[in-house]
């Protein structure tokens, strides 16, 4: 990740947080276990164990990106963003907080 990139990511604080430069809250942040399918939600943050933090954001679901939960069925998710699906199980081990948008 370069300098200029606007999310921080730690070695020793695993979470992925944008830059203050473009936090904007107009509704209320929740986990994404939360909502129900068909909802579309941006990321606000992502906390937990640095590996799992990392290969999310390699598959590009990163703070600020915008998703569309097609499916929720018990502990997993079947999101969409962009041209990609990407099925998540959901663990203690980190929380994906985000907000709808609508």
Same mark, same amino acid.
């Given at each position: 990740?370069? /300098? =200029?990139? %606007? *999310?921080? +990511?730690?070695?020793?604080?695993?979470? *992925?947080?944008? =830059?203050?430069?473009?936090?904007?809250? %107009?509704?209320?942040? @929740?986990?994404?276990?939360?909502?129900?399918?068909?909802?579309? /939600?941006?990321? /606000?943050?992502?906390?937990?164990?640095?590996? *799992?933090?990392? #290969? !999310?954001?390699?598959?590009? /679901?990163?703070?600020?990106?915008?998703?569309?939960? +097609? #499916?929720? @069925?018990? @502990?997993?998710?079947?999101?969409?963003?962009?041209?990609?699906? +990407?099925?998540? #199980? !959901? =663990?203690?081990?980190?929380?994906?907080?985000?907000?709808?948008?609508?």
């Amino acid at each position: 990740m370069s /300098v =200029s990139s %606007p *999310l921080f +990511l730690s070695r020793k604080h695993a979470t *992925l947080t944008p =830059s203050p430069a473009i936090i904007h809250r %107009p509704t209320p942040v @929740q986990p994404i276990a939360n909502f129900a399918g068909g909802e579309h /939600v941006r990321i /606000v943050t992502i906390n937990g164990d640095p590996l *799992l933090c990392h #290969r !999310l954001h390699a598959m590009g /679901v990163f703070p600020g990106r915008e998703i569309h939960i +097609l #499916r929720k @069925q018990g @502990q997993s998710l079947l999101i969409k963003h962009g041209h990609m699906s +990407l099925g998540i #199980r !959901l =663990s203690p081990s980190f929380v994906i907080e985000a907000e709808e948008i609508g």
